[in-house]
Nanobody, 127 residues
Framework: EVQLVESGGGLVQAGGSLRLSCAASGFTFDDYAIAWFRQAPGKEREGVSCISGGDSSTYYEDSVKDRFTISSDKDKNTVYLQMNSLKPDDTAVYYC????????????????????WGQGTQVTVSS
């Protein structure tokens, strides 16, 4: 059974940092793409970043480029999202999602996410 468990959310002041974790189990990490999405109150869910399990290539949406960094630890089957220079607009529930995919992970963002989702973790950035 595929499971994704997010952690690391919290309350932080604008300009601060947080690191989210997505612990994955039940699938072969190398054959999947894992993406981070977020959903703010009253807004549609949007893709943020993704990483390919095979070659660890990455993709970032313009809104987070140069502020967020996605990485993976294959030994721990965990994907991280380091978020720096946080803004109030980054406030949202952050979800990780996984899809069986060989190739650029951006496809997971384009189609709105993968088959498997975590429960989400709340990130709140105060001004």
């Amino acid at each position: 059974e595929v499971q994704l468990v997010e952690s690391g959310g919290g309350l932080v002041q604008a300009g601060g940092s947080l690191r989210l974790s997505c612990a994955a189990s039940g699938f072969t990490f190398d054959d999947y793409a894992i993406a981070w999405f977020r959903q703010a109150p009253g807004k549609e869910r949007e893709g943020v970043s993704c990483i390919s399990g095979g070659d660890s290539s990455t993709y970032y949406e313009d809104s987070v480029k140069d502020r967020f960094t996605i990485s993976s630890d294959k030994d721990k089957n965990t994907v991280y999202l380091q978020m720096n220079s946080l803004k109030p607009d980054d406030t949202a529930v952050y979800y990780c999602t996984a899809e069986s995919l060989i190739g650029p992970c951006r496809a997971t963002i384009v189609v709105g996410g993968g088959t498997h989702w975590g429960q989400g973790t709340q990130v709140t950035v105060s001004s």
